[in-house]
Nanobody, 124 residues
Framework: QVQLVESGGGLVQAGGSLRLSCAAS????????MGWFRQAPGKEREFVGG????????YYSDSVKGRFTCSRDNAMNTVYLQMNSLKPEDTAVYYC?????????????????WGQGTQVTVSS
């Protein structure tokens, strides 16, 4: 049974930082591209960033480029999202997702497995 478990969310002031983690189990982690998505109340789930199977490629949405960084530790079956210079508009539930394949998919439908999400709240 595949499980993705996010952690690291919380409340932070604007300009602050958080690091999210997503621990995976039940799959061969190094075969999966990993993505981060977020969903704010009343909005659709949107792609934030992602990293390829071996960590050689990353891709980010324009709204977070330069502020957020994806990384992964395949030995620990964990992917990270370092979030710096946080803004109130970054407030959302953040989800990690896994896709068996190459590259870094950016669409919701491309991903096979999802975590339960972790809340990030940025106060102004």
């Amino acid at each position: 049974q595949v499980q993705l478990v996010e952690s690291g969310g919380g409340l932070v002031q604007a300009g602050g930082s958080l690091r999210l983690s997503c621990a995976a189990s039940g799959l061969t982690f190094s075969l999966y591209a990993m993505g981060w998505f977020r969903q704010a109340p009343g909005k659709e789930r949107e792609f934030v960033g992602g990293i390829s199977r071996l960590g050689r490629s990353t891709y980010y949405s324009d709204s977070v480029k330069g502020r957020f960084t994806c990384s992964r530790d395949n030995a620990m079956n964990t992917v990270y999202l370092q979030m710096n210079s946080l803004k109130p508009e970054d407030t959302a539930v953040y989800y990690c997702a896994a896709q068996n394949g190459r590259g870094v998919p950016t669409t919701y439908a491309a991903y096979e497995y999802w975590g339960q999400g972790t809340q990030v709240t940025v106060s102004s």
